[in-house]
């Protein structure tokens, strides 16, 4: 199975992050070790919609990732610091870059 990274660019519109939160769900479903990354941009609180689509995401071993503490603290998303990132970027297969 690949690892596959979204590489969630910063933007003014939210629905482009929610967009690519379901794309990293839909790899997951199809067998991928999928996962996300939010860059500086804060998210307001996920309705139950979107923090199922986490919850889901999360059950099948993939995660969604953000170097902003406030997403980590509203939705349960895993803070990483950019170091971090740069670390679990080595160890993506592929990595997409997703916005604007």
């Known amino acids: 199975m690949a690892k596959v990274c979204f590489l969630i660019q910063p933007s003014n519109d939210e629905k482009d ?3 690519a939160m379901r794309s990293t769900l839909g790899l997951s479903v199809a067998n991928h070790y ?20 986490l919850e889901w995401i999360k059950d099948m071993e993939g995660d969604m990732f953000t170097n902003v503490q406030a997403n980590a603290d509203k939705n349960g998303l895993t803070y990483v610091s950019i170091e971090e990132l740069g670390q679990k970027l080595k160890e993506m297969d592929v990595i997409v870059p997703y916005g604007n």
Request: hydrophobic share 40%; charged share 30%; proline share 0%.
């Open 17 to 19: 992050v929610l967009d």
């Open 34 to 53: 999928s996962y996300g990354v939010v860059l500086d941009t804060e998210l307001a609180k996920f309705d139950e919609y979107n923090a199922e689509n």
